[in-house]
């Protein structure tokens, strides 16, 4: 289980890294933005590792979906350096390469949740220890040494069925943090994000008050 | 799953609430109200940061312990800082209310960065968790990214500080929050006060726990601009509008280094032997370049920012020292630090025309044109120097003092080597305003209402924190300083 961790975790960190190091080297603004979904990708499975499936879901809804589609529409829509490099035969490899690896990471995520067991064992392990209840109850008389067994192997798999320290944190555990424990920094965070929405405004407003002066100087 | 209802003690966040909501309702009027909006938003701004400096009087009196499940420490040296950083956003409002609107910024938006940026600050000064310390950063931080670059319309090095401040900033930051994953991953706590538990208790794994510091020491090593990361400053200085500058100087390092003093004396007292010497050479690097570099400076601007970066040196020295007597002398070191730079800055404001930035030569026969100017300026001047009886000589001796009392004497060494270094640039500033005839075309200064209203308050200050009623002040750092847990 251990070295399977240790295995699962610098294959993701390799993957992560190689990805992020990419990103910075190559020359194609729509390569960086996908090797940075892979990082991102990658660093979710490492949240599924540590027990953290909400997080990993969020990091790539939120992330490798909704920033990095931003990301790729402001890319295309200035039109970055695309003319020349989508005709170049090797830039087409390395997307094809980027889209294979971002493949098979997420085969490979399938395959880590699997196998570490947490998520997807809990339940059958319940289901067994009922069945293995349900025939002890209904016990032929042969086999009543069945049952304490039968019992002890289903109050094992409820009790694997909790969520444990170390092992998979709940959506509802992170909601209960966040608005006790954490409630402070979760406000504080809010003006952190205003600000930048204020800085973004004022940043842009130049622009805006151009782009308006020059509306009406042709609508009049 | 039990729901335990957050510890939420009111008047622990009382000021920082103020602050917060000074800036929202300054934007809210601003927006719905356009019509003279200017001139409200700058004096409802600076209300509410009155206000805020009254609602730290409750804090001071009743003391209230670690709130918000240990997040906020608003003990006496939080308050002491937020008092001084209130007041020194006040100044840099009052300035901006002249000088941004003259550079085409509109008085609510430079307002409520500056507010927003405050409350930033004073999250940072009274964090007891380095959550708080890393947001607060980053409000305070992401507020003076936009600032800097707000003269980008006159001036293009405006947006060149803004775009360089930005980028080097999101590099320390990175650093900074691996840092503090190392220290969580030692320790197994974000809490200041658990950390600090768990390396008494001898529980933190002293390789993990020795890297986070170093990368903690890094990011916040470059926001107070210790020497290997300090190359921004000069340039961001130099670009932002001074006003901005201004606040950097003296916002930033104060806040940055009352979180260096919670984080490396306060919580990783226990592991000294791990980050002493580093901070010690740290030190040693920033005094010699800071002072050097400065003597070689002809702009003001960036002699105030070599200056600063010195300064920054001074206080990693009561850092280095350690131990209450440490703490306290960076503690009054930072309120003395924060009037004289500030008073400078105004200074260079008030000399600063339209077109370019002031050099040396254009102090030439200051007394003369303006003699309360000038007056003004060499008593500045003199604080930064560290002559006697003025508050930077004070600061100087409680910092050196700390460094021998903790057996660091080539520490104290090296401070005083480099505050005699340092007296020479000072003095020649003074030197310049006094004793040189004044150019021919040198044109008559004239002092806004909104500037000596600012020089006055940074006048004060600076006196406040001198012999013989700094002595009061430095009582009152001391008492802060045993307090700190």
């Known amino acids: 289980m251990t070295t399977g961790f240790a295995i699962c975790f610098l294959v993701l960190a390799a993957v992560a890294l ?31 590792l540590l027990g953290a499936p909400f997080i990993a879901i969020v990091q790539v809804a939120v992330y490798a979906g909704a920033i990095m589609v931003l990301f790729l529409f402001i890319i295309m829509y200035l039109n970055l350096g695309l003319a020349q490099d989508v005709a170049d035969a090797r830039s087409r490899r390395a997307t094809a390469l980027a889209t ?13 949740v699997r196998w570490s067991g947490d998520l997807a064992g809990r339940p059958q392990q319940v289901a067994a220890g009922q069945q293995a209840l349900a025939a002890g109850q209904a016990g032929l008389p042969g086999a009543p040494a069945a049952t304490p067994d039968a019992q002890a192997a289903l109050q094992a798999a409820r009790a694997a069925a909790q969520p444990q320290p170390g092992q998979a944190v709940t959506v509802e555990q992170i909601g209960v943090a966040l608005f006790s424990r954490y409630a402070l920094p979760f406000e504080v965070a809010s003006l952190l994000i205003l600000v930048a929405m204020i800085g973004a405004l004022v940043i842009a407003r130049p622009q805006l008050q151009r782009e308006s002066a020059l509306r009406k100087e042709v609508s009049s | 799953m039990d729901f335990r209802p957050p510890d939420m003690n009111l008047w622990a966040a009382l000021p920082t609430a103020v602050v917060g909501a000074t800036a929202l309702v300054t934007l809210l009027l601003s927006v719905l109200r356009p019509a003279g909006a200017a001139r409200r938003s700058i004096s409802f701004t600076l209300f509410g940061l009155a206000l805020a400096a009254v609602g730290c009087l409750p804090a001071a009196i009743f003391r209230p312990g670690p709130s918000f499940q240990g997040m906020l420490v608003l003990d006496p040296a939080a308050v002491l800082l937020s008092l001084l950083l209130l007041g020194a956003t006040a100044v840099c409002v009052l300035l901006a209310s002249r000088y941004l609107v003259h550079d085409g910024v509109d008085a609510a938006e430079a307002a409520v960065l500056l507010t927003l940026g405050c409350a930033g600050m004073l999250f940072m000064v009274s964090a007891g968790n ?7 950063l980053e409000t305070m931080s992401v507020a003076l990214y936009i600032l800097a670059g707000l003269a980008g319309a006159r001036d293009r090095t405006s947006h060149e500080a803004a775009l360089k401040y930005l980028l080097l900033g999101a590099f320390a930051t990175g650093f900074l929050v691996y840092g503090m994953a190392f220290v969580y991953g030692a320790t197994g706590s974000l809490d200041l006060r658990e950390i600090g538990a768990r390396i008494a208790g001898g529980g933190a794994a002293p390789g993990f726990l020795a890297v986070g510091l170093a990368l903690l020491l890094i990011g916040l090593g470059f926001k107070v601009a210790l020497v ?18 201004a606040y950097m100087a003296v916002g930033v390092k104060v806040a940055a280094f009352m979180a260096l003093l919670r984080v490396f004396n306060v919580a990783a007292g226990g592991a000294a032997a791990s980050w002493q010497a580093a901070v010690a050479w740290l030190a040693v690097l920033t005094m010699l370049v800071g002072n050097l570099v400065a003597l070689a400076q002809t702009s003001l601007k960036r002699l105030l920012a070599y200056s600063s970066i010195a300064h920054a040196g001074y206080l990693a020295v009561g850092l280095a020292a350690g131990g209450a007597a440490g703490a306290q002398a960076v503690l009054f070191y930072s309120v003395a630090y924060g009037f004289m730079t500030l008073g400078a800055f105004v200074v260079l404001l008030a000399l600063e025309r339209a077109d370019d930035k002031p050099q040396l030569d254009d102090l030439r026969g200051l007394r003369r044109r303006h003699p309360l100017l000038a007056a003004a300026l060499a008593t500045f001047m003199f604080a930064l120097a560290g002559i006697p009886p003025l508050s930077g000589f ?5 910092l050196i003092s700390a460094a021998v009392q903790a057996g660091q004497v080539p520490l104290a060494v090296a401070a005083v080597l480099c505050s005699a270094i340092a007296a020479f640039y000072y003095l020649r500033i003074v030197v310049y305003s006094y004793m040189r005839e004044p150019a021919d075309d040198a044109s008559p200064v004239t002092l806004a209402a909104e500037t000596r209203q600012a020089l006055a308050a940074c006048l004060i200050g600076t006196l406040l924190c001198s012999f013989p009623f700094g002595l009061w002040l430095l009582s009152a750092a001391g008492w802060a300083a045993g307090a700190l847990r």
């Open chain 2, 130 to 136: 380095l959550l708080m310390v890393f947001i607060g």
């Open chain 1, 18 to 48: 190689a990805a992020a190091a990419k990103m910075i080297f190559s020359h194609h603004p729509v390569h960086s933005a996908l090797y940075l979904v892979l990082n991102l990708c990658a660093s979710a499975l490492i949240y599924v």
């Open chain 2, 394 to 398: 004070l600061g100087k001796w409680l």
């Open chain 2, 228 to 245: 290997p990361f300090h190359m921004w400053a000069p340039d961001v200085y130099e670009g932002a509008p001074t006003t901005v500058a």
């Open chain 1, 100 to 112: 294979a690896g971002l493949l098979a990471v997420l085969l490979l995520a399938g395959g880590v």
